[in-house]
């Protein structure tokens, strides 16, 4: 969407503080011994508190409130009672909603108390590339450089991205134009970040596969190659210089 009046911004705004602190929050409550499920039921109730309804069952039927992929996982995994979390797990959670007519999404990747498994790395540079991409972005920018910087950072860092994955236009639903914020660049997609535009930025930074494919289940996202992949993702409002941090309160970058 574009942001035309004050009504707008602040409708944003409202869901996107409450996705980012339901991010946050869960991101805080997770503990080794509990079931995905447990963690996804937490993140519904934080939700239905503030009146906001889950996005990825809203729009697409997903089987959970929240997106919660674990270690080899990629994004898209489904909450389950028979899943459960361990000392040194790669966690992401994905969070999106709708509040009053508006839609948010942000997630992250996390490491689930001490890091016996030496994921931080990995974990800090997906949250490090997304900084610097994000503070890339203002009008006129051309989407694919973005994804070309993305890229060119993860290679800097000893890893590779997921080339079929892509962050997108989010405001009046969850996915928008432009569909097409890809971690490298696309020669073919020629389109410029628009001044105003709400859009969904994400990484996918990977220790050694390029592409996502889809397990059984028709939802849960892996890698190709195997390997870990870490993801981080703001909702920002592009501007003609620093962007609008609307999910700021997901604290992704502290």
């Known amino acids: 969407m574009s942001i035309t009046k004050v009504s707008e911004l602040s409708g944003m705004q409202k869901v996107s503080a409450v996705v980012g602190t339901t991010l ?9 011994g509990m079931t995905t499920s447990e963690l996804d039921d937490y993140g519904a109730g934080l939700l239905k508190d ?19 992929s674990v270690n080899n996982e990629i994004a898209h995994g489904i909450p389950s009672e ?4 361990k000392e040194g797990d790669l966690v992401n959670i994905d969070v999106s909603a709708e509040l009053d007519g508006f839609w948010s999404d942000n997630g992250g990747s996390f490491v689930l108390g001490k890091d016996i498994h030496q ?6 540079a997906s949250r490090r590339i997304l900084f610097k991409a994000i503070y890339s972005i203002r009008g006129g920018v051309r989407i694919a450089d973005i994804g070309h910087l993305i890229e060119k950072e993860a290679k800097k860092a000893g890893y590779r991205v997921i080339r079929n994955l892509a962050g997108h236009g989010v405001g009046r639903s969850l996915h928008e134009e432009p ?5 490298y660049r696309d020669r073919a997609v020629r389109q410029r970040f628009r001044k105003n535009s709400v ?3 994400e990484t996918f930074i990977s220790t050694q596969s390029d592409m996502a494919v889809e397990l059984n289940d028709g939802w849960t996202l892996v890698g190709n190659k195997g390997g870990f992949i870490t993801q981080h993702e703001h909702t920002i409002v592009v501007t003609d210089g620093r962007p609008i941090i609307l999910t700021a309160e997901n604290e992704i970058w502290k």
């Open 119 to 124: 994921h931080q790395p990995l974990v800090d």
């Open 50 to 68: 503030a009146g906001a309804r889950p996005a990825p069952r809203l729009a697409y039927g997903f089987p959970g409130w929240t997106c919660i």
């Open 82 to 85: 028979y899943k459960t979390l």
């Open 199 to 201: 859009v969904a930025v």
């Open 179 to 183: 569909t097409s914020i890809l971690n």
């Open 24 to 32: 946050k929050k869960m991101r805080q409550y997770a503990r080794p």
